[in-house]
């Protein structure tokens, strides 16, 4: 089935638009951008899916203790399905998926929004003479605090329960 007319940007959903000059296309400053915006949006999908994953089987086995004590199931069982909750809440502690999630995201939109910007010749990137460098500044501003944000975060103590 065809797009409709005007449908263009849902073909975008994990894309970047392209300039449709050759010489942007290639140039390796949009290539730059284009390969730390995929490498961000998989980052993003990838701890999402692992925050999601993680918290369905943490609420999996805390309605399972709750059902095995109510049924009078042995202690060992109970006590087996009490401790997933612990592995997979410490791991959600140790790796921050949900802050990850949070964070890579943030940083692929924004490089998707910059490339909106410079694809449509707007600024800050509407001059010439100026456009190259302001993108690069930009790539460089976006990874750079998303690094010192990951560190951040691998940094902070995980919460004690």
Do not use: C
């Given at each position: 089935m065809a797009d409709a007319p005007g449908d263009d940007w849902k073909r975008l959903a994990n894309a970047l638009p392209q300039p449709p000059d050759a010489d942007d296309r290639d140039d390796?400053?949009?290539?730059?951008?284009?390969?730390?915006?995929?490498?961000?949006?998989?980052?993003?999908?990838?701890?999402?899916?692992?925050?999601?994953?993680?918290?369905?089987?943490?609420?999996?086995?805390?309605?399972?203790?709750?059902?095995l004590a109510a049924i009078s199931a042995p202690a060992a069982v109970t006590a087996s399905v009490a401790g997933v909750i612990v592995v997979v809440e410490g791991a959600q502690q140790i790796f921050q998926f949900h802050s990850n999630w949070i964070s890579y995201r943030g940083s692929a939109e924004l490089l998707r929004r910059h490339a909106f910007l410079y694809v449509a010749s707007v600024r800050p990137y509407d001059q010439p003479s100026t456009r190259r460098t302001r993108?690069?500044?930009?790539?460089?501003?976006?990874?750079?605090?998303?690094?010192s944000s990951w560190s951040r975060n691998m940094e902070q103590e995980p919460a004690k329960g």
């Amino acid at each position: 089935m065809a797009d409709a007319p005007g449908d263009d940007w849902k073909r975008l959903a994990n894309a970047l638009p392209q300039p449709p000059d050759a010489d942007d296309r290639d140039d390796l400053l949009w290539q730059e951008l284009s390969a730390q915006f995929a490498w961000y949006d998989r980052a993003a999908t990838r701890t999402r899916l692992w925050y999601q994953v993680l918290k369905v089987a943490a609420l999996v086995a805390g309605a399972s203790v709750t059902l095995l004590a109510a049924i009078s199931a042995p202690a060992a069982v109970t006590a087996s399905v009490a401790g997933v909750i612990v592995v997979v809440e410490g791991a959600q502690q140790i790796f921050q998926f949900h802050s990850n999630w949070i964070s890579y995201r943030g940083s692929a939109e924004l490089l998707r929004r910059h490339a909106f910007l410079y694809v449509a010749s707007v600024r800050p990137y509407d001059q010439p003479s100026t456009r190259r460098t302001r993108l690069a500044a930009a790539l460089t501003e976006v990874t750079t605090q998303e690094k010192s944000s990951w560190s951040r975060n691998m940094e902070q103590e995980p919460a004690k329960g």
